[in-house]
C-alpha cells in the first residue's frame, strides 16, 4: 500500500507562488510514476504534471496550460514529489492532488484512471 499526503497549499495573490510537496511512504519510491492534478468546483480532474525517474535520468510533462510556469521534481531520498508554481492565475485555483502508479516508463501519463494512489489533496486559491 502507498500513502501519499500533499502540503503546500494555501491563498495567494495573482502573479505570486506556491510549492506544493506530496509525499509519499509505503512502496519504493524511486520507481514511482508520480503526477499532480488538479479539480475546480464542476470540472473534472485535469492533469498538470508529471515525472519518472529510472536511473539518474528524469522525465518530465507538463499540461498546456501550466508550461513555463510550473516545475515538477522529485527527490527520491526524500521520497517526495515538489510543484513549484510560479505566476499563479485566477484560473490555477482548484484542489491540487497528488497521484502514483508503479511499473510505468515513459512521460505524459496524464489519464488519472491510469494512477492507482491518490493523496487527499491541497486548496490552492488564486485572488485577482
Known amino acids: 500500500q502507498v500513502q501519499l499526503v500533499e502540503s503546500g497549499g494555501g491563498l495567494v495573490q495573482a502573479g505570486g507562488s506556491l510549492r506544493l510537496s506530496c509525499a509519499a511512504s509505503?512502496?519504493?519510491?524511486?520507481?514511482?510514476?508520480m503526477g499532480w492534478f488538479r479539480q475546480a468546483p464542476g470540472n473534472e480532474r485535469e492533469f498538470v504534471a508529471s515525472?519518472?525517474?529510472?536511473?539518474?535520468?528524469?522525465?518530465?510533462d507538463y499540461a498546456d496550460s501550466v508550461k513555463g510556469r510550473f516545475t515538477i521534481s522529485r527527490d527520491n531520498a526524500k521520497r517526495t514529489v515538489f510543484l513549484q508554481m510560479n505566476s499563479l492565475k485566477p484560473q490555477d485555483t482548484a484542489v491540487y492532488y497528488c497521484?502514483?502508479?508503479?511499473?510505468?516508463?515513459?512521460?505524459?501519463?496524464?489519464?488519472?484512471?491510469?494512477?492507482?494512489?491518490w493523496g487527499q489533496g491541497t486548496q490552492v486559491t488564486v485572488s485577482s
Open positions: 497521484a502514483a502508479v508503479f511499473g510505468v516508463l515513459g512521460t505524459g501519463l496524464s489519464d488519472p484512471d491510469k494512477y492507482d494512489y
Open positions: 509505503g512502496r519504493a519510491f524511486s520507481s514511482s510514476y
Open positions: 515525472i519518472s525517474w529510472n536511473t539518474g535520468t528524469t522525465w518530465a
